[in-house]
């Protein structure tokens, strides 16, 4: 089956730092979404995006469709940016059968 | 709008005891799952539903049924609970899984 890896796995920012986490996967996927887990567990969508560059505030995200590969950058980091970050990749044909990676852990320093 | 919610937010069972997982979505979504977390994982594919009446399996099913009589509701059965059922469990919905999909806020599940 499709591999989903995300690096690094672990991040430690100071406050006011920049990151770029990367999701890699090994197959042709129908689309690709970013989301954020914070310390309480809520599982929060950042991005739906299956090529090209979105931003939202201080985040973006790039997908390169056929590299097989999604970066999520945060700029500017804040505290509250704190917790897991997660891809997952997309199949249609499964009700939108989402795969994802292990995630990368972020701490943000104050 | 609620978005997507579950019931309960936490929950002890004893080893072969049986239990439902609520999930409810006032989205209008078509298409629901359920997917486990576990330590250090990301998530995994339970069951899957793309509308009223119709279910399948996704990555991880055994020891769980689920049904889908309405569009809202999507709960989650587990049959005899196994300590190996410990774990976080998301309810998700999009309008036709081709969109972004919507979590709901989890239900931790402890079996002893």
């Known amino acids: 089956g499709i591999q989903v890896e995300q690096s690094p796995p672990d991040l430690i920012l100071q406050e006011g730092a920049n990151s770029t986490l990367r999701c890699n996967f090994s197959d042709s996927v129908n689309n690709l979404q970013w989301f954020h887990q914070n310390p309480w567990g809520q599982l929060i969508n950042l991005f739906y995006i299956p090529s090209g560059t979105k931003q939202n505030g201080r985040l973006s995200a790039t997908t390169v469709a056929t590299e097989r590969y999604s970066l999520l950058y945060i700029s500017s980091s804040q505290t509250t940016d704190s917790g897991v970050y997660f891809c997952?990749?997309?199949?249609?044909?499964?009700?939108?059968?989402?795969?994802f990676g292990q995630g990368t852990e972020l701490s943000v320093k104050p | 709008n609620a978005g997507v919610t579950q019931t309960p937010k936490f929950q002890v069972l004893k080893t072969g005891q049986s239990m439902t997982l609520q999930c409810a979505q006032d989205?209008?979504?078509?298409?629901m799952s359920w997917y486990r977390q576990d330590p250090g994982m990301g998530l995994r594919l339970i069951h899957y539903s793309v509308g009223a009446g119709i279910t399948d399996q996704g990555e991880v099913p055994n020891g769980y049924n689920v049904s889908r009589s309405t569009t809202e509701d999507f709960p989650l059965r587990l049959l005899s609970a196994a300590p190996s059922q410990t774990s976080v469990y998301f309810c998700a919905s999009s309008y036709r899984g081709r969109e972004t999909q919507y979590f709901g806020p989890g239900t931790r599940l402890l079996v002893l």
């Open positions: 989205m209008n979504h078509e298409y």
């Open positions: 997952a990749v997309v199949f249609y044909n499964q009700g939108g059968k989402l795969i």
